[in-house]
Nanobody, 124 residues
Framework: QVQVVESGGGSVQAGGSLRLSCAFV????????MSWYRQAPGKEREFVSV???????TYTDSVKGRFTISQGNAKNTVYLQMNSLKPEDTAMYYC??????????????????WGRGTQVTVSS
């Protein structure tokens, strides 16, 4: 069974750091684009960062210079290092794994797979 497994959330004070981890398990036949999204209470889910299968990274403007996304040593594992955290970073953080074109899982889940989320709380 394929699934996205996130970990690493928690509570910190403003200015602190956290590292989130995400692993896509259950199928190792492809290399995926892996993204982080977040959703604060009462708000829509928003894009945070992505690392594509070729290593290219993109960040939303509000986290540039503070967050770093990187690939782990294990295949289809990704980290989100979050530094200089602000109260407005408080949200549930979700990892999304998207099968690339040509991957058999693309037919099964064309919009990708989501994890259940990990909570990040930043106090002022």
């Amino acid at each position: 069974q394929v699934q996205v497994v996130e970990s690493g959330g928690g509570s910190v004070q403003a200015g602190g750091s956290l590292r989130l981890s995400c692993a896509f398990v259950g199928y190792t036949g492809c290399v995926y684009d892996m993204s982080w999204y977040r959703q604060a209470p009462g708000k829509e889910r928003e894009f945070v960062s992505v690392i594509e299968s070729d290593g290219r990274t993109t960040y939303t403007d509000s986290v540039k210079g503070r967050f770093t996304i990187s690939q782990g040593n294990a295949k289809n594992t990704v980290y989100l290092q979050m530094n200089s955290l602000k109260p407005e970073d408080t949200a549930m953080y979700y990892c999304k794994t998207e099968p690339p074109p040509g991957c058999p899982l693309k037919r099964v889940a064309p919009l990708g797979y989501w994890g259940r989320g990990t909570q990040v709380t930043v106090s002022s």
